[in-house]
């Protein structure tokens, strides 16, 4: 007798949980996003206030650590039967 395929293939995770990685990833992007930038054409200046903004020093960082963690959460959730 010969070995029958399953037609319906039986995915590691449930769609919630593709649906949290997604989420995730969107986070650590736009926190990478934000994190970006404030360069300056002439050596000689350093632009202090562009450099330590809020955005740039809590907010970013914020944004990666919990895109990290709902990343974690996504991954040991348990998916719905």
């Known amino acids: 007798m010969a070995n029958q395929q399953n037609d319906n293939p039986q995915f590691l995770f449930g769609k919630q949980n593709y649906m949290l990685f997604f989420g995730g990833i969107?986070?650590?992007?736009?926190?990478?996003?934000?994190?970006s930038g404030g360069a300056s054409d002439d050596p000689?200046?350093?632009?202090a206030d562009e450099?330590?903004?809020f955005r740039r020093i809590t907010l970013a960082?914020?944004?990666?650590?919990?895109g990290f963690v709902v990343e974690i959460f996504a991954i040991m959730k348990k998916p719905k039967s």
Not at 44 to 47: A, K, L, Q, T
């Open 44 to 47: 000689n200046v350093f632009p």
């Open 61 to 66: 960082p914020i944004l990666v650590i919990a």
């Open 26 to 35: 969107a986070l650590i992007v736009l926190g990478f996003i934000l994190m």
């Open 51 to 53: 450099l330590y903004s």
